[in-house]
């Protein structure tokens, strides 16, 4: 069964940086793209993040560019959100998603982890 | 950026009710609209690509039509379990973006 779990959010003060991780199984993680999609409390679904299968190709909302860094470890098939200067506004359920067939829809997520920026 | 209206912000219907909700784009999408079904405290779960594609293991009462700027998905004869919020995503321009969804409530 193919899965995705989200983990490393908590509560961290504004400024801070903390790392996400995604580890995936049942399908072959080398061989996909992968993205980053938030969600701030009762709000709609936002694009952060995406990356290719080799970890070449990196993409960036401009909200996060400079700031976030997407990442990955075929070898581990693990995903990584690298978040830096964080804000009240990063505050938001942060789930990685499967890209479906090379694209930017999203075939398969995870339950997310919640990330709380606040002093 | 490309802006996604859904419409209505929230539609109350019954179980076994035709669904209709909408999803205009500021510009042509051409036929690269997903829609996506998320439940409370769950992840968004993928039910429709390019437009009129139904994802795998999605029931045939979901729908998709529409191209250009103008979509829809359409839900035939409502179940309990289809009362969640739904939202759109283009991926036709970078950077993608989604609609800011509508709740299918339960009348």
Redesign the interface.
């Known amino acids: 069964e193919v899965h995705l779990v989200e983990s490393g959010g908590g509560l961290i003060q504004p400024g801070g940086s903390l790392r996400l991780s995604c580890a995936a199984s049942g399908f072959t993680f080398s061989s996909s793209w992968m993205h980053w999609v938030r969600q701030a409390p009762g709000k709609?679904?936002?694009?952060v993040s995406s990356i290719d299968h080799y970890g070449g190709a990196m993409?960036y909302?401009?909200s996060v560019k400079g700031r976030f860094t997407i990442s990955r470890d075929n070898a581990k098939n693990t995903l990584y959100l690298q978040m830096n200067s964080l804000s009240g506004e990063d505050t938001a359920v942060y789930?990685c998603?499967r890209a479906?067939s090379g694209?930017?829809?999203?075939?398969v997520?995870?339950?997310?982890t919640t990330v709380s920026v606040s002093s | 950026e490309i802006v996604l209206t859904q419409s209505p912000a929230t539609l109350s219907l019954s179980p076994g009710e035709r669904a209709t909700l909408s999803c205009r784009a500021s510009q042509s999408v051409s036929s690269h609209l997903?829609w996506?079904q998320?439940k409370p405290d769950?992840?968004?779960?993928?039910l429709i690509?390019d437009a009129s594609n139904r994802?795998?293991g999605i029931p045939a009462r979901f729908s998709g039509s529409g191209s250009g700027t103008d979509f829809t998905l359409t839900v035939s004869s409502l179940e309990p379990d289809d009362f969640a919020f739904y939202?759109c995503?283009q991926?036709f321009n970078?950077?993608?973006?989604?609609?800011?969804?509508t709740k299918l409530e339960i009348k």
């Open positions: 709609g679904l936002l694009w993409t909302a401009d789930y998603a479906w694209t930017y829809y999203m075939d997520w995870g339950r997310g | 997903a996506y998320q769950q992840a968004p779960r993928l690509y994802a795998t939202y995503q991926r970078w950077p993608p973006t989604f609609g800011g969804g």
